[in-house]
């Protein structure tokens, strides 16, 4: 079954609205989540390396204050996108290592973020 | 930067034959290697990890091969079938269990 769960699957807002994306690990403790972004038939871009208990580390080009990450228990991150337009409809996926230096990513099912 | 190219957007094949796709990569060499599975609207599928001292690696009908001196990998399916039909993502540790993933190519086994 799933280790990693995603929540919601998907959502449809209105532009300049916020909305939060839950990841949860389910039968293990996760130090570090990571947070990725895949628009249609292009592959996965990681956004952000979230961390239990201190900031996330975002990558060149995403900006922290849009898409604010909070890692606060050992199982649970969420990403916020703040003020959403348009171009951030895209599927967002996070994903944990199970086990730490096993390389193995288990990912969440996704979350299809629609701003009208 | 790393680059990861994976050699089609497409792929056909016909049911029954061996699908061969290819990754490739410049600028490092990774640790290990990784393939994944992925449905529409689905997060990707873990399959098989292949580390930078193996040459090859098998599960059931899936076989990856690692060769750091061309930093390629190349991941057959053998005996294909239409339910293997997806998009496959190679994957490379770049440090620290960072993952960074090539764009995938999309997989259809036609009966």
């Known amino acids: 079954g799933a280790v990693v769960s995603q929540h919601p699957s998907w959502v449809i807002c209105k532009s300049g609205t916020s909305v939060k994306i839950e990841c949860r690990s389910l039968?293990?403790?996760?130090?570090?989540m990571f947070w990725y972004r895949q628009f249609p038939k292009q592959s996965l871009m990681l956004m952000a390396t979230?961390?239990?208990?201190?900031?996330?580390?975002?990558e060149q080009g995403v900006e922290k204050d849009k898409f604010l990450i909070n890692h606060a228990s050992l199982t649970l991150s969420t990403l916020t996108v703040t003020s959403a337009h348009p171009e951030d409809s895209s599927f967002y996926i996070c994903?944990?290592?199970?086990?730490?230096?096993?390389?193995?990513?288990?990912f969440g099912e996704g979350s299809r973020l629609t701003v009208l | 930067s790393q680059k990861i190219e994976q050699n089609s957007e497409a792929l056909n094949i016909q049911e029954g034959k061996t699908a061969t796709l290819t990754c490739n990569y410049t600028?490092?060499?990774?640790?290990?290697l990784q393939w994944y599975r992925q449905d529409p609207g689905r997060g990707p599928v873990f399959l098989l990890l292949?580390?930078?001292?193996?040459k090859e690696k098998r599960k059931e009908r899936l076989k990856v091969t690692f060769d750091t001196t061309l930093k390629q990998s190349l991941f057959h399916i053998t005996a294909s079938q239409p339910a293997d039909s997806a998009t496959y993502l190679c994957?490379?540790?770049?440090?620290?269990?960072?993952?960074?993933f090539g764009a995938g190519t999309r997989l259809t086994v036609k009966p």
């Open positions: 039968d293990f403790q996760a130090t570090t």
């Open positions: 600028n490092y060499s990774p640790a290990y």
């Open positions: 979230s961390n239990e208990g201190s900031k996330a580390t975002y």
């Open positions: 994957a490379l540790d770049m440090d620290n269990n960072d993952m960074r």
């Open positions: 292949i580390r930078e001292n193996e």
């Open positions: 994903s944990a290592h199970r086990t730490i230096n096993t390389g193995e990513l288990f």
